[in-house]
């Protein structure tokens, strides 16, 4: 974390977040595609590149999210509704073989009745067990139910460079990455844009530019993952928080996931 960076100006950061895709998207073209969850950072990502694309002439990369079989119905209609405004080229990451079986969370899926490329996926995580219950915010769901299907995703299209939204603030095991990150399961660059944007910058730059969000955030949270795995803290609308306490932006998430962040990291998480 760059002390000196996460002090520049907002117009700086902005500069500096748009010099950081232009260059990966110079790089790789049409093999750099951008993650998005439909969340605040990296619908800031998408028009941070928007808004370069259309001064410089560029060609908007395409977009990746993935379906982890537990959204917020809200997530999905905001995503719905910008992919038509904006016209993104978006494709949807997902588990079906574990999806297709349509589970409620806390339902059995048993292990031995999957395929080995899922098995072997669980075994990388550290899992042993016969079987598990569905959730996808845990850390083994997070692995089968996100991490799978993206880095299966980034191996049969070819993408050669992704874009995460990813802060330095927002958790102490993102606070040493890098602006680019190689990867290596599938090799792959992480291109992380925003890391030096801080979540008050994050939404100084939403309602200053009129940059549409999901409602969620008028309601009271501050970070969002699954449906059943997010919990909000407040009433408050998300801005009007403390943002100075980095430690509440993600306590609504499943603290689980949150303590093994740095081993889902290593596995290939955002």
């Given at each position: 974390m760059d002390e000196a960076i996460l002090s520049l100006p907002l117009t700086e950061k902005i500069a500096l977040s748009q010099r950081i895709l232009a260059g990966a998207m110079d790089r790789f073209g049409d093999a750099f595609w951008i993650a998005w969850t439909g969340a605040k950072d990296s619908t800031l990502v998408l028009w941070l590149t928007r808004e370069l694309c259309?001064?410089?002439?560029?060609?908007?990369?395409?977009?990746?999210?993935?379906?982890?079989?537990?959204?917020?119905?809200?997530?999905?209609?905001?995503?719905?509704?910008?992919?038509?405004?904006?016209?993104?080229?978006?494709?949807?990451?997902a588990n079906r073989e574990i999806l297709d079986r349509k589970p409620l969370i806390g339902d059995y899926v048993d292990l031995g009745g999957l395929s080995d490329a899922v098995k072997a996926e669980a075994a990388r995580a550290g899992f042993t067990g016969p079987g598990f219950p569905f959730d996808p915010e845990s850390p083994l769901g997070n692995q089968l139910m996100k991490v799978f299907p993206m880095n299966a995703f980034l191996r049969e299209a070819g993408v050669a460079a992704l874009a995460t939204a990813i802060r330095w603030d927002e958790h102490p095991a993102r606070a040493d990455e890098l602006y680019e990150s190689p990867r290596d399961a599938p090799p792959h660059l992480r291109v992380h844009p925003i890391l030096h944007m801080r979540e008050a910058d994050v939404w100084?730059?939403?309602?200053?530019?009129?940059?549409?969000?999901?409602?969620?955030?008028?309601?009271?949270?501050?970070?969002?993952?699954?449906?059943?795995?997010?919990?909000?803290?407040?009433?408050?609308?998300?801005?009007?928080?403390?943002?100075?306490?980095?430690?509440?932006?993600?306590?609504?998430?499943?603290?689980?996931?949150?303590?093994?962040?740095?081993?889902?990291?290593?596995?290939?998480?955002m």
């Open positions: 259309r001064a410089t002439g560029r060609t908007m990369p395409r977009v990746l999210t993935i379906d982890e079989g537990d959204p917020f119905p809200e997530i999905l209609a905001f995503q719905k509704r910008l992919t038509a405004e904006w016209g993104l080229r978006l494709t949807v990451a100084a730059i939403t309602r200053s530019n009129d940059l549409p969000f999901c409602d969620l955030y008028r309601l009271g949270y501050r970070s969002l993952g699954t449906l059943s795995g997010t919990v909000r803290h407040s009433d408050q609308p998300a801005w009007e928080q403390d943002l100075a306490d980095r430690s509440g932006e993600r306590a609504g998430r499943d603290q689980d996931k949150e303590d093994a962040m740095e081993q889902l990291r290593a596995l290939g998480y």
